[in-house]
């Protein structure tokens, strides 16, 4: 089991372009979350992924954003006309079992830095 | 308010130093997650635990349901364990996410 993969470790794009990350879980986890994590500050919720379906969406989640999660595996995130204030590191985490159990496992994170 | 609150903010001690960090939330949870985050971003999950005291090696968690505490101890510090520190309480009201404090960054001087 290779972990929670994330891609790409880093962006840098300018403003107004279209990005998006890719999260590919550990395979038997049906659980996947979306986290956005500025400097200093701990990760905030962005969105929950129970196999495909999309079941919670922070209103951090502006329409400008996107995710999906096609066939119950990875998943992607994609920003829409990015912002300087999109700038942040994109974690995705998986777990397995019911909604409040199991270990959850993070990726190593995309960095995105809007210029 | 903070649903998190975690303290210190920042921490440096010398290697050997026995550490304390302390988490207090505000909400029912089912389970609370002791996380470490080293530089360039990865997460690690230390700790899940519900009840009582979990050791692992040199890390102790341990967790006050009644009071909505908990903390994370570390016997023997190393620089190698030099990383940021994050309390994430699962709240019982919300079955999908986890709440985060923002953090302990713990320096561990050779």
């Known amino acids: 089991d290779t972990g ?9 794009t300018k403003r107004g372009q279209n990005v998006t990350f890719r999260c590919d879980p550990i395979s038997e986890h049906n659980r996947l979350y979306w986290y956005r994590q500025t400097l200093g500050q701990g990760p905030e919720f962005l969105t929950y992924f129970q196999n495909e379906a999309q079941l919670e969406k922070s209103r951090l989640l502006s329409d400008r954003f996107s995710a999906e999660r ?5 998943s992607t995130l994609e920003i829409q006309r990015t912002e300087q204030g999109d700038s942040a590191m994109y974690l995705c985490a998986s777990r397995s079992g019911l909604a409040n159990t199991g270990e959850l496992f993070f990726g190593e994170g995309s960095r995105l830095t809007v210029l | 308010k903070n649903e998190v609150e975690q303290s210190p903010q920042n921490l ?3 290697e050997g130093e026995f550490i304390t960090i302390n988490c207090s939330y505000s909400v029912g949870i089912s389970a609370l997650h002791w996380l470490q985050q080293h ?8 700790f899940m635990l519900s009840s009582g005291k979990k050791k692992h090696g040199r890390l102790i968690a341990t967790i006050n349901i009644q009071e909505k505490h908990s903390s994370l101890h570390i016997t023997a510090s190393h620089p190698r364990d030099s990383a940021v520190y994050i309390c994430a309480p699962n709240p019982t009201g919300s079955a999908r996410q986890l709440t985060f404090g923002s953090g302990t960054q713990l320096t561990v001087l050779p």
Not at chain 1, 4 to 12: G, T
Not at chain 1, 70 to 74: A, H, L, R, T, V
Not at chain 2, 39 to 46: A, E, F, N, R
């Open chain 2, 12 to 14: 440096t001690a010398q």
């Open chain 1, 70 to 74: 096609p066939k119950g595996s990875f």
């Open chain 2, 39 to 46: 530089p360039g971003g990865g997460i690690v999950s230390l």
């Open chain 1, 4 to 12: 929670v993969s994330q891609d790409p470790r880093h962006k840098i």
